[in-house]
């Protein structure tokens, strides 16, 4: 007989160990990923008195396929649109924090006499707090439907959007022996040119084929077809340099504009739990006591650090930030914690071999003694606020909520601003896209075409040369006269003659730029004089202008491009799924919308608007019933809730949270006996005693009074017959009947005659 590899043996222990660890944890209502790290420890070779994992270098790779995959995931749950509509203030508020934490970290990691490196590390994971712990700590503490619980969630999706970029950058710097500002400026126009190049290449090809190919595709092919792309992408970006859970992000990223997002995620989650549970419990196994014992001063630090940090650079972010000073205590005080980021960016640096052997469990244990301590943070922050208030000059007090960095302009954007933004987003698009063409036409199909032609160098030169203009030509083409006949550009020419001259730069810059890409291609693949390869360019650019095929062609690739991005949020438009547009104008009041899931077991299921009086009880009003794919507007009085129904309620902070009490308080409680309710066929016959005989079966009460039904009374040995609500029943007739066990007995008894029977 075989034995069974050592892979098994390992992945045996830390999925039983995990199970049993995290239902501990789950009990106890701790986060499961504190779960997952004592699971670790425990099968660790620091634990003597437990069986440990036997080859670390495999569970290593589960480890990094579970990052790839989280990172994954997080992607889908991401949308570049959504941050866009956030405006500026998530962004300083984040910029703020992030920056304030990763230069404490880096000061306190000086402090203790450690690295370089050590300490760059160090302060990347001291600047990102937890997007699962808050959420959970959310979710048990009953604020997520708060107002505060918004803003730290927008920043908290910024922040996972920067460790990732953090990552890249970290690698980049740990890569170098002493890299310069301007090799750190190169890194990021890297991040940025393969971002914009992945993101535009995606959206246009990713929501195509799976439009095209939506007929075929069941739930097993979506999920393979997902997790190919998935590492697709991640092998691209390890490729061209940055990690592949970067490249497993921004294929996420593309998913999450599809229709198809909200079915993937379901699918990928629980590929994502499994692979990101052996990547916890390989943090864990990380874990050194010893080094825990020797570096227990600079653990108490850090996490004095944490909480202090974030509690006054927190507050002081969202301060600047817009919010209210109470408003803003409590989300800074909620983000003193670092979690599943501050792992995977001490796992780079131990993959990396740039930092020391100690960080990393130094860094699990700050984690594990943070989290504790979050809701204490959290509720600390309310009576923290009242001591301020208390001691404060009211003055100061007004100051303070005053303080913001991003005042919302309602002032329309002028002419000039709007059309330059926009001449220079799609010169900045479109110019990336020609590259990135030129790039693999170069890299690729020119050495291909030259092993198919040998001797015919000029010949393979001209062929990959013409392609290439080919394929670049709607670029180009849009680069010169996007935006020429534009509201903005028209307002501009007929408003002032002045504006014409500075109207007619624009339009020669670009024609300048689409014809440099031309004279670059001729230049590289031919020997001609630059001023004949500049006349050369500059007419095949012209022409390009003159196509109107071309035109026609560039036109429908931006419509579907536009298309794609714009297909979930029609989705979701048609399904009911977004929420009101009225919804910003509530933000600056006291009252704003929420969403509240009716559960399956509520007692409010079947009842409508008017039995269940919100309005009076809590204060609420309903403004919208979605269901499945209805959404009922402005409901009435006798508007029925139905199980799985979201209410759209609007109300205050303590309104809201009064509601969502109340409903998750009113839920019919699980059956102790299930087991008794098992239905099952059985046959009575009509005895001579029996009440039944010469009554109809209303007159019977066979389903009222016994909780029974009749299927049918038998006539030969194989045919059964429907009973008419009319037929009387006879004397030995046999009739089939379903029931519970207790139920059935109960008819039975009744049937005989017996007269305690007929009185229950």
Same mark, same amino acid.
Request: glycine content about 8%.
């Given at each position: 007989?075989?034995?069974?590899?050592?892979?098994?043996?390992?992945?045996?222990?830390?999925?039983?160990?995990?199970?049993?660890?995290?239902?501990?944890?789950?009990?106890?209502?701790?986060?499961?990923?504190?779960?997952?790290?004592?699971?670790?420890?425990?099968?660790?070779?620091?634990?003597?008195?437990?069986?440990?994992?036997?080859?670390?270098?495999?569970?290593? #790779?589960? &480890?990094?396929?579970?990052?790839?995959?989280? /990172?994954?995931?997080?992607?889908?749950?991401?949308?570049?649109?959504?941050?866009?509509?956030?405006?500026?203030?998530?962004?300083?508020?984040?910029?703020?924090?992030?920056?304030?934490?990763?230069?404490?970290?880096?000061?306190?990691?000086?402090?203790?006499?450690?690295?370089?490196?050590?300490?760059?590390?160090?302060?990347?994971?001291?600047?990102?707090? *937890?997007?699962?712990?808050?959420?959970?700590?959310?979710?048990?503490?009953?604020?997520?439907?708060?107002?505060?619980?918004?803003?730290?969630?927008?920043?908290?999706?910024?922040?996972?959007?920067?460790?990732?970029?953090?990552?890249?950058?970290?690698?980049?710097?740990?890569?170098?022996? =002493?890299?310069?500002?301007?090799?750190?400026?190169?890194?990021?126009?890297?991040?940025?040119?393969?971002?914009?190049?992945?993101?535009?290449?995606?959206?246009?090809?990713?929501?195509?084929?799976?439009?095209? #190919?939506?007929?075929?595709?069941?739930?097993?092919?979506?999920?393979?077809?997902?997790?190919?792309?998935?590492?697709?992408?991640?092998?691209?970006?390890?490729?061209?340099?940055?990690?592949?859970? !970067?490249?497993?992000?921004?294929?996420?990223?593309?998913? &999450? @504009? #599809?229709?198809?997002?909200?079915?993937?995620?379901?699918?990928?989650?629980?590929?994502?739990?499994?692979?990101?549970?052996?990547?916890?419990?390989?943090?864990?196994?990380?874990?050194?006591?010893?080094?825990?014992?020797?570096?227990? /001063?600079?653990?108490?630090?850090?996490?004095?650090?944490?909480?202090?940090? +974030?509690?006054?650079?927190?507050?002081?972010?969202?301060?600047?930030?817009? +919010?209210?000073?109470?408003?803003?205590?409590?989300?800074?005080? *909620?983000?003193?914690?670092?979690?599943?980021?501050?792992?995977?960016?001490?796992?780079?640096?131990?993959?990396?071999?740039?930092?020391?052997?100690?960080?990393?469990?130094? %860094?699990?244990?700050?984690?594990?003694?943070?989290?504790?301590?979050?809701?204490?943070?959290?509720?600390?922050?309310?009576?923290?606020?009242?001591?301020?208030?208390?001691?404060?000059?009211?003055?100061?007090?007004?100051?303070?909520? =005053?303080?913001?960095?991003?005042?919302?302009?309602?002032?329309?954007?002028? =002419?000039?601003?709007?059309?330059?933004?926009?001449?220079?987003?799609?010169?900045?698009?479109?110019?990336?896209?020609?590259?990135?063409?030129?790039?693999?036409?170069?890299?690729?199909?020119?050495?291909?075409?030259?092993?198919?032609?040998?001797?015919?160098?000029?010949?393979?030169?001209?062929?990959?040369?013409?392609?290439?203009?080919?394929?670049?030509?709607?670029?180009?083409?849009?680069?010169?006269?996007?935006?020429?006949?534009?509201?903005?550009?028209?307002?501009?020419?007929?408003?002032?003659?002045?504006?014409?001259?500075?109207?007619?730069?624009?339009?020669?810059?670009?024609?300048?730029?689409?014809?440099?890409?031309? !004279?670059?291609?001729?230049?590289?693949?031919?020997?001609?004089?630059? &001023?004949?390869?500049?006349?050369?360019?500059?007419?095949?650019?012209?022409?390009?202008?003159?196509?109107?095929?071309?035109?026609?062609?560039?036109?429908?690739?931006?419509?579907?491009?536009?298309?794609?991005?714009?297909?979930?949020?029609?989705?979701?438009?048609?399904?009911?799924?977004?929420?009101?547009?009225?919804?910003?104008?509530?933000?600056?009041?006291?009252?704003?919308?929420?969403?509240?899931?009716?559960? @399956?077991? *509520?007692?409010?299921?079947?009842?409508?608007?008017?039995?269940?009086?919100?309005?009076?009880?809590?204060?609420?009003?309903?403004?919208?019933?979605?269901?499945?794919?209805?959404?009922? =507007?402005?409901?009435?009085?006798?508007?029925?809730?139905?199980?799985?129904?979201?209410?759209?309620?609007?109300?205050?902070? &303590? +309104?809201?949270?009064?509601?969502?009490?109340?409903?998750?308080?009113?839920?019919?409680?699980?059956?102790?006996?299930?087991?008794?309710? @098992?239905?099952?066929?059985?046959?009575?016959?009509?005895?001579?005693?029996?009440?039944?005989?010469?009554?109809?079966?209303?007159?019977?009460?066979?389903?009222?009074?016994?909780?029974?039904? %009749?299927?049918?009374?038998?006539?030969?040995?194989?045919?059964?017959?429907?009973?008419?609500?009319?037929?009387?029943?006879?004397?030995?007739?046999?009739?089939?009947?379903?029931?519970?066990?207790?139920?059935?007995?109960?008819?039975?008894?009744?049937?005989?005659?017996?007269?305690?029977?007929?009185?229950?």
């Amino acid at each position: 007989m075989s034995e069974v590899p050592t892979l098994i043996n390992d992945l045996a222990l830390i999925l039983i160990v995990a199970g049993a660890v995290t239902l501990i944890f789950k009990k106890l209502k701790q986060p499961l990923v504190l779960g997952y790290i004592m699971a670790g420890f425990i099968v660790s070779p620091h634990m003597p008195y437990t069986m440990s994992v036997i080859d670390r270098t495999d569970i290593k #790779t589960w &480890a990094d396929i579970g990052v790839m995959f989280l /990172l994954f995931s997080l992607g889908l749950d991401f949308s570049f649109k959504k941050i866009v509509k956030m405006g500026i203030t998530p962004v300083i508020t984040t910029l703020t924090i992030i920056f304030a934490m990763m230069t404490l970290g880096i000061v306190v990691g000086h402090g203790f006499g450690w690295n370089r490196m050590d300490c760059i590390f160090l302060g990347g994971m001291l600047a990102m707090s *937890s997007t699962t712990i808050i959420y959970k700590a959310f979710t048990d503490m009953g604020l997520r439907q708060q107002k505060f619980a918004g803003p730290v969630m927008s920043v908290l999706i910024l922040e996972d959007v920067l460790a990732i970029v953090m990552m890249v950058m970290l690698s980049a710097l740990a890569s170098g022996s =002493n890299p310069d500002g301007g090799e750190m400026i190169g890194s990021v126009m890297k991040i940025g040119f393969f971002l914009v190049l992945w993101f535009v290449v995606g959206i246009f090809a990713v929501p195509l084929f799976l439009r095209l #190919t939506r007929k075929l595709i069941n739930n097993e092919t979506l999920l393979i077809v997902s997790l190919g792309l998935c590492c697709l992408m991640a092998v691209v970006s390890t490729k061209v340099g940055f990690s592949s859970a !970067f490249g497993a992000f921004v294929m996420g990223s593309i998913l &999450a @504009e #599809t229709i198809e997002a909200g079915k993937i995620e379901k699918l990928v989650a629980p590929v994502k739990d499994l692979f990101g549970a052996i990547f916890f419990v390989s943090v864990g196994m990380l874990v050194d006591p010893k080094i825990i014992v020797s570096y227990a /001063l600079p653990i108490g630090t850090l996490v004095l650090t944490i909480l202090v940090g +974030q509690a006054v650079f927190g507050t002081f972010g969202f301060l600047i930030g817009g +919010q209210s000073l109470k408003s803003a205590m409590r989300c800074g005080f *909620s983000m003193a914690q670092i979690g599943e980021f501050s792992f995977i960016i001490a796992s780079l640096g131990v993959s990396l071999k740039v930092t020391g052997e100690f960080l990393y469990p130094v %860094v699990v244990a700050v984690s594990v003694i943070t989290t504790f301590l979050t809701p204490y943070m959290i509720r600390f922050s309310v009576p923290c606020y009242g001591v301020l208030e208390r001691r404060l000059p009211k003055t100061w007090i007004r100051a303070l909520n =005053n303080i913001t960095l991003s005042h919302p302009s309602t002032a329309p954007k002028s =002419n000039w601003h709007s059309l330059i933004a926009q001449m220079a987003r799609i010169t900045l698009i479109y110019s990336i896209l020609s590259i990135a063409a030129i790039a693999l036409m170069f890299m690729f199909f020119l050495p291909f075409v030259r092993h198919l032609m040998p001797g015919m160098h000029w010949w393979a030169n001209g062929i990959c040369g013409v392609l290439t203009i080919m394929i670049i030509a709607p670029f180009l083409r849009a680069i010169v006269m996007k935006k020429n006949h534009s509201e903005e550009f028209r307002a501009l020419w007929g408003e002032s003659r002045s504006n014409r001259m500075p109207l007619l730069v624009t339009i020669f810059v670009r024609l300048v730029i689409a014809s440099a890409f031309v !004279f670059y291609i001729c230049n590289y693949l031919t020997r001609f004089t630059n &001023a004949l390869l500049l006349t050369i360019a500059v007419a095949i650019v012209f022409v390009m202008i003159l196509s109107r095929r071309l035109k026609k062609q560039s036109i429908l690739m931006e419509r579907l491009f536009v298309q794609n991005l714009r297909s979930r949020d029609i989705e979701q438009q048609v399904l009911g799924l977004k929420k009101p547009l009225y919804e910003g104008h509530l933000l600056d009041r006291d009252i704003h919308i929420s969403d509240i899931d009716v559960p @399956e077991n *509520s007692t409010w299921a079947g009842h409508s608007l008017a039995d269940l009086r919100l309005s009076n009880r809590f204060g609420v009003h309903v403004s919208s019933i979605l269901r499945g794919h209805q959404r009922i =507007n402005i409901p009435g009085g006798d508007n029925i809730i139905f199980p799985g129904d979201r209410l759209q309620v609007i109300g205050s902070d &303590a +309104q809201l949270a009064s509601l969502h009490a109340a409903i998750d308080g009113d839920i019919v409680p699980d059956d102790p006996d299930i087991e008794k309710r @098992e239905m099952r066929l059985s046959q009575i016959v009509i005895d001579r005693h029996s009440p039944f005989v010469g009554k109809t079966l209303p007159e019977t009460g066979i389903r009222d009074l016994y909780n029974c039904m %009749v299927v049918g009374r038998e006539e030969g040995k194989e045919n059964l017959s429907m009973v008419s609500p009319t037929y009387r029943l006879r004397l030995g007739d046999i009739v089939w009947i379903v029931g519970e066990e207790a139920s059935i007995q109960s008819l039975t008894l009744a049937n005989s005659g017996s007269v305690e029977a007929v009185k229950r």
